[in-house]
Nanobody, 124 residues
Framework: QVQLVESGGGLVQAGGSLRLSCAAS????????MGWFRQAPGKEREFVAA????????YYADSVKGRFTISIDNAKNTVYLQMNSLKPEDTGVYYC?????????????????WGQGTQVTVSS
């Protein structure tokens, strides 16, 4: 059993920055991959970024590559998403995910655990 709690969302103007945090508790492991998804109103949940706890390998959606950075603090069981140069189209609820059950990290159905989400709103 794993619990994920996101924080750090808020309202920011276009071009601004936010840093999201996701703290994991329960049965955690240094080999436990983690990632971020987001969902805008009326749209499907989409992949944002993922990171390997052991190898520190990272993956990004094309829409955020070069602007967002995912990182992890293994000692704190916490993953972060640094979001820079934010655009209005980045607006949505951001969800932390953990426990990749398949090789398809970009598919929401491949992950076993989810947080409740944190709202990010980017104004123009």
């Amino acid at each position: 059993q794993v619990q994920l709690v996101e924080s750090g969302g808020g309202l920011v103007q276009a071009g601004g920055s936010l840093r999201l945090s996701c703290a994991a508790s329960g049965r955690t492991s240094s080999s436990f991959p983690m990632g971020w998804f987001r969902q805008a109103p009326g749209k499907e949940r989409e992949f944002v970024a993922a990171i390997s706890w052991s190898a520190k390998t990272t993956y990004y959606a094309d829409s955020v590559k070069g602007r967002f950075t995912i990182s992890i603090d293994n000692a704190k069981n916490t993953v972060y998403l640094q979001m820079n140069s934010l655009k209005p189209e980045d607006t949505g609820v951001y969800y932390c995910a953990a426990g990749l059950g398949s090789s398809g990290y970009s598919h929401s159905g491949s992950w076993n655990y989810w947080g409740q989400g944190t709202q990010v709103t980017v104004s123009s």
